[in-house]
């Protein structure tokens, strides 16, 4: 009785703990518990947004969620007004239209203004739409989102990707920029030290896509990747051996070979005529200037 006892006050303990790090509280069948926020949970499971990335828990895998109010959460943005990767995320989790919502890996840009640009990669709507955040998670260079595959030739789609980006920045003036962008044509417009683009499907640097995206490029440069940097927050995209995989790790620190086959294909074979590419590793975070591995470091504490 004594140690049961001991259990659930520390059990609880730990729950404490966790809400005063973050807003919502994930419990794994296995006794795991996954602090974090809750951006979408419907049937497919809990969608849960982590440091530095997200990650999906099946219901079967979860035995109790606990979703509460932030009182903390703040919508802040760098000079260029592209707000924190989380806020972006949150916004298009509540979108009706970005259902199946996943994290998806991000394949090494070889070519052109994201060229060694670290990113995050998202993809919803059956793979219809997909979200790219670019440099220092919290203070982004850039955010783009493109209608792809069945989305390709949809307006509606392709009105729902000006409106998202609309009312994700957080000044009015670049707004309205986004707004009078022609969809049908290479757009490109600077102003204000940003770039608004629209890059039609056949542009080398489209994979296929058409995109709205805006950036600021003396930010980009200055997020761009050094080959050491690189080396450190990647991983090669060719997908490994399958194995049978264990329960899922409460902080999952690779792709699996399904996730990467849904990645970005590289343009490009490399000197040996290997295409497999490299993508950026789960949780990549930007510490000092410096691009480093979440795993690397502690969860921040708030006070």
């Keep these: 009785m004594k140690k049961a006892h001991y259990l659930v006050c520390l059990v609880s303990a730990l729950l404490v703990y966790a809400s005063q790090l973050w ?22 499971g ?12 099946p219901e079967s895998l ?13 919508e802040y943005a760098g000079t260029n007004g592209i707000p924190h990767w989380g806020v972006i995320i949150s916004h298009l989790a509540k979108s009706s239209w970005a259902h199946d919502l996943k994290q998806i890996p991000a394949t090494v840009i070889d070519s052109g203004i994201f060229k060694d640009v670290p990113y995050v990669s998202f993809r919803c709507a059956t793979s219809g739409y997909e979200v790219n955040i670019y440099g220092d998670l919290d203070r982004p260079a850039g955010i783009e989102i493109g209608a792809l595959n069945y989305l390709l030739r949809n307006n509606a789609a392709k009105s729902n990707c000006i409106e998202f980006i ?31 683009e629209i890059t039609l499907p056949k542009e080398a640097d489209a994979y296929g896509g058409w995109w709205v995206s805006v950036y600021d490029q003396k930010a980009l440069e200055s997020a761009r990747a050094s080959g050491p940097e ?20 409460a902080r999952p620190v690779t792709w699996s070979s399904e996730e990467i086959a849904i990645s970005r294909i590289p343009r490009y074979s490399d000197s040996t005529g290997n295409t497999g590419g490299r993508v950026f590793v789960r949780g990549y975070y930007r510490k000092d200037g410096t691009y480093v591995h979440s795993y690397t470091r502690r969860s921040p504490r708030r006070h």
């Design 23 to 44: 807003a919502d509280v994930v419990i794994l069948n296995n006794g795991k518990i996954v602090a974090g926020e809750i951006l979408q949970h419907d049937d497919q």
């Design 46 to 57: 809990v969608l849960i947004k982590l440091d530095y990335g997200t990650f999906r828990y």
């Design 62 to 74: 979860i035995k109790d969620v606990r979703k509460e109010e932030d009182p903390d959460a703040v």
């Design 166 to 196: 609309s009312k994700v920045l957080m000044r009015t003036e670049d707004a309205r920029v986004v707004q009078a962008l022609k969809w049908n044509q290479k757009e490109l417009v600077e102003t204000n030290g940003m770039t608004f």
């Design 230 to 249: 690189l080396l450190a927050i990647t991983e090669p995209r060719t997908p490994p051996p399958r194995t049978i995989q264990p329960v899922p790790v």
